[in-house]
């Protein structure tokens, strides 16, 4: 390698999109703790789809995180680590995307507080997700999630942020708050939209929602022997006890797995199970079969990641500067609508 070659510039980590991409979405999830498939086919899968269409930010929020995890945040370091894994091996390419931590972008806090001064105590006090929680939570912090997370979004003038329904009044909040800014001062921000894909219904073991907090998950980087002995553990239709019995796969959170992981689940898993023919030990059998070979790929190269920890915190260090530019930018706008920027 020639000197020339050595010290010219590394190619731009800026996205080099085949189409153009005219807008931006931003998307957060909190650091806390590895993901499990409902992730996976919730969201990750949208946004591995989504980021050759779109100027992507895909923030690790951690100082969302800490409303809960404020009394011990000594494990924020190995969830933000354990998540890039995650996200990185499920396709999320630092080429297309901004992946990056909240916290290494102190803009996320300057906004906060200039939204905060927009926004009154009681519409706060009345979002259902702060009335759920306050009992347990009723930090200034907690208060304020929706202000910080209206700062991730309105700091990049994200248009589209993807996110399930119950984040729903959080994204109307973050529009709310541009609008607002606009119409005190001057326009610098987008009105984003939230961003609703249809995904698929996935229930856990317990046959509740798929959470890490009831322990009914499936984690991804499961092996393919605790992921067997997950699913055997599932739920299925009390009214079939034993193979011979007709079964409702209509009613099962088995079955819903299936028709993501068994290419012709309807042809091939329904009828058998509602003769009786097909019993729920079997049926779990091809589900594991199926969902660890779906899995294969992105748990190969979560290994090959957790081996090499200075790429991972690299993608991130990379991330937050390519993330910084653009908030910074933003803000020299927002400090000029507000004639804060005194040394103009
Ligand atoms: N509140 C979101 C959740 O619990 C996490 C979040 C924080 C977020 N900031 C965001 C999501 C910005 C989308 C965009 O899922």
């Known amino acids: 390698m020639t000197v020339a070659e050595k010290t010219k510039p590394a190619p731009s980590p800026s996205p080099a999109p085949a189409a153009p991409k005219k807008e931006t979405i931003l998307s957060g999830m909190q650091p806390t703790g590895a993901l499990h498939i409902g992730n996976l086919e919730g969201a990750l899968r949208n946004w591995v789809a989504l980021q050759d269409q779109y100027w992507m930010y895909c923030c690790i929020v951690d100082w969302h995180a800490l409303t809960a995890e404020w009394e011990d945040p000594s494990r924020l370091k190995e969830n933000i680590f354990q998540m890039a894994v995650d996200w990185l091996a499920a396709g999320i390419d630092p080429e297309k995307c901004a992946v990056f ?45 929706p202000v910080l997370q209206a700062a991730d979004i309105c700091l990049y003038n994200a248009h589209k942020v993807p996110v399930g329904k119950d984040q729903e009044k959080h994204i109307w909040l973050a529009a709310d708050l541009a609008k607002r800014f606009n119409a005190t001062y001057k326009k610098v921000f987008v009105e984003p939209e939230a961003l609703f894909t249809k995904i698929p219904l996935i229930l856990g073991a317990d046959n509740r929602k798929m959470s890490k907090s009831y322990g009914n998950h499936i984690p991804i980087d499961a092996t393919d022997k605790q992921t067997e002995k997950i699913l055997k553990g599932y739920y299925t239709d009390p009214a079939k006890l034993r193979k011979g019995d007709p079964g409702n796969p209509e009613k099962c959170p088995v079955y819903l797995l299936h028709q993501i992981y068994t290419p012709h689940a309807k042809t091939e898993i329904a009828p058998p199970c509602k003769t009786g023919e097909l019993g729920c030990v079997d049926c779990k059998l091809k589900l594991t079969a199926n969902l660890n070979g779906a899995l294969a790929p992105i748990r190969e190269r979560r290994v090959e990641l957790v081996k090499k920890p200075d790429v991972v915190w690299d993608v991130l260090a990379t991330g937050a500067q390519r993330a910084r530019q653009r908030a910074q930018n933003v803000m020299a706008k927002v400090h000029t609508a507000m004639k804060m920027d005194y040394r103009n």
């Open 101 to 145: 931590v909240q916290s290494e972008v102190k803009e996320h806090a300057e906004l906060h507080l200039i939204f905060s001064m927009l926004i009154t105590v009681p519409t706060l006090t009345r979002l259902p997700t702060y009335a759920e929680k306050k009992d347990q939570l009723d930090s200034y912090g907690f208060l304020g999630y």
